[in-house]
């Protein structure tokens, strides 16, 4: 079955400590997206890929970075510049950046500060 | 800036109730509109969607009507149920390379 996968389903983060989000996809989509989830605040983006070796950052990039080294996998790093990185997280994919395309979502990754 | 508003949640109806979530956008030009559900612990799933004014998308009972002269997506479902309870996010995409717009959800709770 196509889709996307998220790993790990749940990560703990120690103070000043990077952490890695893997997000990989089989549907062959050119587009790949990450938000971030808090109560209350819907989904923010914090960064997106159109292609391979090119991604922009969306509306909360800091603290965060991202590389698009093959089309099925988006890995975003959350680096200890992030000061509150505890929140849910989640990763998705379109076809192409088309408005008529839908995004498919991973199940996320839920990332706590220990 | 595109932005899309919802209706504050949250919603709590008996079941076999009528659904109402009320969602209203603001866009530069013509938008595709789409209404998402996420159940608890997991991603955000399509429900539907509309690509231009006066279509309108449906699926397991739910619908939603893109008004352009209101600029409004509100999503409408006869008769809830249990399984129906989880966050409904509204969201639109503009033409050309622009990541969707969300709305910050619903949480609707149906109760038996």
């Known amino acids: 079955d196509g889709g996307i996968t998220q790993s790990p389903k749940y990560l703990f983060r120690k103070e000043g400590q990077n952490v890695t989000l893997s997000c990989e996809q089989n549907?062959?989509?050119?587009?790949m997206y990450w938000y971030r989830q808090d109560p209350g605040q819907g989904l923010r983006l914090i960064y997106y890929?159109?292609?391979?070796?090119?991604?922009q950052k969306g509306d909360i990039a800091e603290g965060y970075s991202v590389s698009r080294e093959k089309k099925e996998s988006f890995p975003l790093t959350v680096t200890s510049a992030q000061k509150n990185p505890t929140a849910f997280y989640l990763c998705?994919?379109?076809?192409?950046?088309?408005?008529?395309?839908?995004?498919?979502f991973g199940d996320g990754t839920r990332l706590s500060i220990l | 800036g595109d932005s899309v508003t919802q209706m504050e949640g949250p919603v709590t109806l008996s079941e076999e109730a009528f659904l109402t979530i009320n969602c209203t956008y603001t866009?530069?030009?013509?938008?595709?509109l789409f209404w998402y559900v996420q159940y608890p612990g997991e991603g955000l799933q399509l429900l539907l969607k509309?690509?231009?004014?006066?279509d309108k998308g449906s699926n397991k009972g739910f619908e939603a009507t893109y008004r352009k002269e209101t600029t409004s997506f509100h999503l409408e479902k006869g008769s809830v149920q249990v399984s129906d309870s989880a966050v409904y996010f509204c969201?639109?995409?503009?033409?050309?390379?622009?990541?969707?717009?969300f709305g910050k959800g619903t949480r609707l709770s149906v109760i038996a």
């Open positions: 998705a994919s379109s076809i192409d950046q088309g408005s008529n395309q839908p995004q498919h």
């Open positions: 549907l062959n989509h050119d587009a």
């Open positions: 890929s159109q292609i391979v070796n090119d991604f």
């Open positions: 866009a530069t030009g013509y938008p595709s």
């Open positions: 509309a690509t231009k004014a006066d």
């Open positions: 969201a639109l995409s503009e033409k050309g390379n622009t990541p969707l717009v």
